[in-house]
């Protein structure tokens, strides 16, 4: 239902809505969340210009959510960094559709506007939850990261040695 980039989005948001207090490190979003790093601080800085997290320099800077955690909706979180789509027209472009949605693509705009809905009403205050209820409440799966360069077979064959 929402890319990737929107996933990861929102699994950094969270964690920043759970350290509210502090700015946190894209190093410790990284690791906190399994987003790759290279890739999360192209999501940061799509938030950054959605105006859902700010940046701070220094030796105390890092990352921080640039509202309170309850004024932040998941779709503020997923409109920053993805399109979200909203059918207006059948894209089969059979002309029997022409000017209206055919039955399936008029569902699937129902559907969409039902994930828009549920996005917008829900907070990343909602998200958070404790991070005392579970000792893994914000460990994700690793992923490899998708901007890194491949390896060569010379550098697998060497790094198994």
Aim: hydrophobic share 35%; net charge positive.
């Amino acid at each position: 239902m929402i890319s990737q980039t929107a996933e990861y989005a929102l699994r950094a948001a969270v964690h920043l809505a759970r350290h509210q207090d502090r700015p946190v490190t894209g190093h410790a979003i990284s690791d906190a969340t399994a987003v790759p790093p290279t890739y999360l601080l192209k999501i940061l800085a799509q938030l950054t210009r959605g105006g859902v997290v700010r940046s701070q320099r220094g030796p105390n800077g890092g990352y921080a959510l640039a509202r309170p955690a309850l004024a932040v909706s998941a779709y503020d979180v997923v409109a920053a960094v993805d399109s979200i789509p909203d059918l207006n027209r059948c894209p089969l472009g059979l002309s029997a559709h022409s000017g209206r949605l055919c039955p399936l693509h008029s569902r699937l705009r129902e559907a969409a506007h039902l994930m828009h809905d549920a996005l917008r009403r829900t907070s990343l205050h909602d998200l958070r939850g404790s991070e005392e209820s579970s000792p893994d409440a914000c460990r994700f799966p690793a992923v490899p990261d998708p901007l890194a360069r491949p390896r060569s077979a010379d550098s697998r064959k060497k790094e198994e040695r």
